[in-house]
């Protein structure tokens, strides 16, 4: 049977070997498959994109992943191989196709209709993968960036999610590039109108630093598995040439990339000066999240441009919390960079630590979420015009219908958490010398709010105290206050940390973290407060503390002991008892009931009637 099959398969192989050709069978194949769906009567609307699908489908199949050249009459007449010929052959007719196809897309892309936008743009989306690649890929991109602007949220969501999978690409390409050229050209063509999602979406693309002149240990170990004895040294030192040539067209093209996106933030930065309040807070948000992801990719020259401009977007009253937190994160990381490579610039960054400490209360505090920072406040939308309202309002929701999703305040307040941490990171533990007074006040405050914050927030934030203590022994004295460290009152309103005068305190709230209901805060604190008790400013006991402790990092808690979903993390040990029970009785009921399943049903017996009975009836 074995060989009958492989006979089979062998026989059918010669066939479509001799019906299509060496090599290009399947093409071929499908090449007749556009053939007949061209061929096929079109009655409706339903049948056209019918078929626009499947050969949209086709292509998505066979579309090569390089550039075809159009031959002239001359290189046409030219005596080559039968095998280049073939070739080319099936080149020309998908590239003749495949023109046809992608101007009657792009036509019904521009229609008013918005099912006949749907289905064109549906089938550009399928393709984008390989047409990006391929001849004609910049008007596919061209179209698909245009179209997340779209009012149609089906449509213009669509469009985002095939632009975000095209951006994600590990490896650098000019499709790439070009797509990134498109949203810079957009941003400028539609002004603040733009849809802020497709500025989002410059998160998406991977940027690193390429060491160009660096050996490529993987590449050489490839290469010298395919050499040959007696040509080893030659093709060694061609594919290492080749390999750095590479190499050195990825870092510029990764280059390339980063100043596009730069310059795309940078503009909306711009257009935002001229946009309604509501506008910038919408297009603001992934600005300042996008320049905080690339700020150790960005050149010192350009810090003195950017902190100007993050210091006018951070001075308005319409900007997000989140946007400021971003944008003092941005600054922390062009500042710590700019030290550690020993360039000749000073920057005198003291205003962000007051912003950073004015900013924590309301990036933490519950009831800062819904003040005007945090939403859009429908009375400015109509205060601004209708028009514009309009305008804006119909990107996000369709028109006449006003959709209000549901807020998941924890999980915003967690991810607000997140950033105060990365902030007072980069601005306390990262810089080497950072005035004492000032890092006193942000442990207050930081205790402070501990109190006032959800399990796992507060685990955290005294994470993070915790590592200011490990770099910063004299704040030790706060936590025992049986000294007396500074003169004065601690006045925790004043909005200037190095005015605070926090050394004339006591951190009560750490002890009180001792008593918390969520088990691991306690048993945290505790520990905290074990190891620190009796430290003087002279103590070397510094040295000796856990590395379970001090190994904690403050991400850690914030994200492992998340309760945002709902419920408890981590679960009580009272109720996980009797879920365990609950679960224990489910499964033997389950396991009775298929014992009952299995076994065979008896016959029942036929129930004897006695002949006395049956005489007397």
């Not at 408890?568 to 365990?580: C, G, Q, S, Y």
Request: with cysteine; charged share 25%.
């Amino acid at each position: 049977s074995y060989s009958f099959c492989t006979l089979l398969e062998g026989t059918k192989q010669r066939k479509m070997e001799k019906n299509h050709g060496d090599g290009h069978g399947y093409t071929l194949h499908r090449i007749k498959e556009i053939r007949m769906i061209h061929k096929r009567d079109v009655g409706s609307v339903a049948e056209a994109a019918k078929n626009l699908r499947d050969e949209a489908a086709i292509y998505a199949d066979i579309l090569p992943g390089y550039k075809i050249k159009e031959l002239t009459e001359n290189e046409k007449s030219v005596m080559k191989s039968k095998e280049v010929r073939s070739l080319q052959s099936v080149e020309q007719t998908i590239l003749f196709y495949y023109r046809k196809f992608l101007g009657n897309l792009v036509s019904l892309a521009h229609k008013k209709s918005d099912d006949t936008q749907f289905m064109a743009v549906d089938c550009l989306c399928e393709i984008l993968p390989m047409a990006q690649e391929f001849n004609f890929g910049s008007a596919v991109i061209d179209v698909v960036v245009d179209r997340v602007n779209s009012r149609v949220p089906k449509l213009s969501n669509m469009c985002i999610s095939a632009l975000r999978n095209m951006l994600s690409s590990p490896t650098p390409t000019d499709s790439i590039l070009s797509a990134l050229q498109c949203i810079s050209d957009s941003v400028k063509d539609r002004g603040y109108l733009v849809n802020h999602r497709l500025i989002a979406s410059l998160m998406c693309v991977r940027i690193k630093i390429m060491d160009v002149h660096g050996r490529d240990i993987i590449k050489e170990k490839k290469i010298k598995q395919q050499q040959k004895k007696d040509d080893k040294l030659i093709s060694k030192q061609m594919e290492r040439g080749e390999a750095a040539v590479s190499r050195v067209k990825a870092a510029q093209l990764q280059t390339q990339m980063l100043n596009k996106v730069i310059t795309t933030y940078l503009r909306t930065l711009e257009i935002c000066k001229k946009a309604p309040r509501y506008r910038q807070s919408l297009l603001l948000g992934p600005v300042m999240e996008g320049l905080a992801k690339f700020a150790h990719l960005i050149d010192f020259s350009l810090f003195e441009l950017l902190l100007e401009a993050i210091g006018d977007v951070l001075a308005r009253p319409t900007t997000t919390t989140a946007a400021v937190l971003n944008g003092v994160i941005t600054v922390a990381t062009l500042a710590n960079q700019a030290q550690e490579n020993g360039e000749g610039m000073t920057v005198d960054i003291g205003q962000y630590y007051e912003t950073l400490y004015t900013t924590m209360v309301d990036a933490l505090d519950a009831s800062a979420l819904h003040d005007a920072r945090s939403r859009i406040d429908s009375a400015e939308i109509e205060s601004e015009g209708v028009d514009d309202a309009t305008t804006a309002v119909s990107m996000i929701a369709p028109r006449g219908k006003k959709t209000d999703p549901p807020r998941n305040t924890l999980k915003e307040r967690t991810d607000r958490a997140g950033l105060v941490l990365k902030a007072c990171n980069l601005l306390l533990l990262v810089p080497k010398k950072v005035p004492f007074k000032r890092v006193a006040a942000f442990y207050r405050r930081m205790s402070l709010l501990a109190v006032h914050s959800p399990p796992n927030i507060a685990m955290g934030l005294l994470a993070f105290n915790h590592r200011l203590l490990g770099k910063y022994p004299q704040l030790a004295v706060l936590n025992d206050g049986s000294e007396e460290t500074a003169g004065g009152a601690y006045d925790p309103e004043v909005e200037t940390p190095d005015h605070v005068n926090a050394m004339a305190s006591v951190a009560w709230e750490t002890p009180l973290l001792r008593k918390a209901y969520h088990p691991f805060l306690r048993d945290y604190a505790s520990t905290v407060l074990r190891q620190y008790k009796g430290l003087s400013l002279n103590s070397q006991k510094m040295a000796t503390l856990s590395s379970s402790v001090m190994g904690f990092h403050f991400d850690k808690g914030v994200k492992l002991y998340d309760s945002s979903s709902g419920g408890f993390n981590p679960l009580p040990a009272e109720m996980n008892k009797r879920m365990d029970r609950a679960v224990l009785k489910r499964r033997q009921e389950a396991t009775l009931a298929a014992r009952e399943e299995l076994q065979p049903e008896k016959p029942k017996k036929k129930r004897k009637v006695p002949t006395a009975a049956i005489e007397a009836a």
